[in-house]
Structure formats: C-alpha cells, structure tokens
C-alpha cells in the first residue's frame, strides 16, 4: 500500500495539513488565520499532546478543520515492532475520540517513513489510510517566516498536500502570509479527506510539476 501523494482534480482545492501539535499557544493563533482566511485543514496531532490538550482537538474539529493520527510519541516507525506501531496508534486513536468524538482515518508517520507493510496493516487492521504530502516548504529546517510563505506561494498548486507544523511561530506566521497572498487566487484549502473525494487520489511522487501553472505571478511584488 501507497501512501497519498496528492489529488489530481480539477477543483480549485488543495490541503494545508500540520504536524506534531496542538500546541496550546501557536495552534489557536493559527486556528484565528485559518478562521480569517476561510481555510480548512488537517490537523495531524500527537496523542500525548492530545491528552494533554483536549479542549484543543474539540476547538479545531469544531472549526471545521479534520484531526489526523501522528502517533501517541514522534517515534521512527521503522524501528518499531508490528505491535508497538498498533499500539502508538490506537492510544492516539482513543486520545482524540475522546476529545472530540470522532476517529481519525489518516495517519501521517512521523518523518514521513513507513514499511510497506506497515502501511498494509494500518489499512487493512485500522481502516487508516496513510498519508504523505506533495509540498514541502522545509519550515522545520529554514524557521524563516518569508522564507516559508514564498514557497508555499511559488509552488502550490489545486490537489496539492502542504506539510506544515503548528509548534514552530515561523510556520504559524508564514502560513498567514501565504494565505494572505493565496487569497488574490482561486484556490482554497480543505481538509485532506474531503480534497481526496474531489479526484483521483496520486501516490506516487511526481517526476515533475509542470502540469498546472504555479502561482508565481501572486508573489510578485508581495512582501512577506
């Protein structure tokens, strides 16, 4: 089993998703942008934080936003048994239903690494589909705000999964400047869930990204 890449669609329509909350200071700021500018996404969150955070899981389901499984403790899943891997799962599983009453059905690994057989059995076992991201903008390496917003600006196109994070103040703030920028566009973020009714689910990565136009001529002359 593949993991989802992206969504080939012809809507206007791509998914900012983020990783490794709720962080109880940058999740509701970015939760105010969001909300400002009409955006919906996919939150994939850590369960121990989830427990910690639960009014948190509530605010963000009821928002409109989708809660994603990231694992009970950021371990590397390659490293883990069968067993430890269900068990990391299903203790975030029973986190967030209880924060809020729904289970997830998408789980993103933490550094994006599975077996393929692990992603079977998540699938098969758990009815969770395991998902990737198709634009990186590296906001947990270059911590630059600017830097953040003009790539998700340059490069984000309709089907598109962005990975973000919600516990680092840049990612929170580029965001905002991104989607201030992406607002001049058509394109809307929805929650990854719904972005996959909406298409042909890819995954596989890409050779290339020369299919649709970028949106290139948004950042010109903006300032972030």
């Not at 934080?49 to 009821?62: G, N, S």
């Not at 990186?136 to 962005?162: H, L, M, N, T, Y």
Request: proline letters at 5%.
């Amino acid at each position: 089993m593949s993991q989802v890449h992206r969504v080939q669609t012809v809507s206007e329509c791509y998914s900012l998703s983020f990783d490794d909350g709720p962080d109880p200071n940058l999740t509701p700021r970015l939760l105010d942008h969001l909300r400002q500018f009409q955006a919906r996404a996919t939150f994939f969150v850590i369960g121990e934080k989830a427990i910690r955070h639960p009014d948190l899981i509530k605010c963000i389901v009821e928002q409109g936003h989708e809660i994603g499984n990231h694992s009970y403790s950021h371990p590397y899943m390659l490293k883990l048994s069968d067993g430890e891997l269900l068990r990391q799962i299903d203790r975030t599983q029973y986190a967030v239903f209880d924060a809020c009453g729904r289970w997830p059905t998408l789980f993103r690994a933490p550094h994006g690494r599975m077996k393929k057989h692990q992603r079977t059995m998540l699938e098969f076992n758990r009815q969770i589909k395991c998902c990737y991201w198709s634009l990186d903008p590296k906001d947990w390496r270059d911590q630059d705000a600017a830097i953040i917003a003009s790539r998700i600006v340059g490069e984000v196109r309709r089907g598109d999964i962005v990975l973000t994070h919600d516990v680092l103040e840049t990612s929170v703030n580029g965001v905002q400047d991104a989607l201030q920028a992406i607002e001049a566009s058509d394109l809307q973020s929805i929650p990854i869930s719904e972005l996959m009714q909406l298409g042909e689910v890819i995954t596989e990565p890409e050779e290339g990204r020369s299919d649709f136009e970028p949106l290139s001529s948004i950042s010109a002359g903006t300032s972030f």
